[in-house]
């Protein structure tokens, strides 16, 4: 099993940047894809950025590329959602999630895909 807990959340004014932390309990997190979803009041939960365990992979959501990006330190069991030229629809509850990986290659974006969820840190962009 692994604990996530995010950090980093707050308020910025647009065309800020925050930069997110999920920090994850055990030894085996560089096993472990991870991914970043969020969730707008009213709104489904959407994906943000994913990245395989070792790093090399990286995936994001229409709505954030170019503008987002995402890495990990296996080292320190930890993974960052780097979030630049903010929006006020950025404006959400931001989660941590992380799945089990066998391959290297994998980045999963699929909320289905994942079964390990941190409580979320809320981002709000003020316009």
């Known amino acids: 099993q692994v604990q996530l807990v995010e950090s980093g959340g707050g308020l910025v004014q647009t065309g800020g940047s925050l930069r997110l932390s999920c920090a994850a309990s055990?030894?085996?997190?560089?096993?472990?894809?991870m991914g970043w979803f969020r969730q707008a009041p009213g709104k489904e939960r959407e994906f943000v950025a994913a990245?395989?365990?070792?790093?090399?992979?990286?995936a994001l959501g229409d709505s954030v590329k170019g503008r987002f990006t995402i890495s990990r330190d296996n080292a320190k069991n930890t993974v960052y959602p780097q979030m630049n030229s903010l929006k006020p629809e950025d404006t959400a509850v931001f989660y941590c999630?992380?799945?089990?990986?066998?391959?290297?290659?994998?980045?999963?974006?699929?909320?289905?895909?994942?079964?390990?969820w941190g409580q979320g840190t809320q981002v709000t962009v003020s316009s």
């Open positions: 990245i395989n365990r070792g790093g090399t992979f990286t």
């Open positions: 055990g030894r085996t997190f560089s096993g472990y894809a």
């Open positions: 999630a992380a799945v089990w990986s066998d391959s290297a290659f994998t980045t999963a974006t699929r909320i289905y895909e994942y079964n390990y």
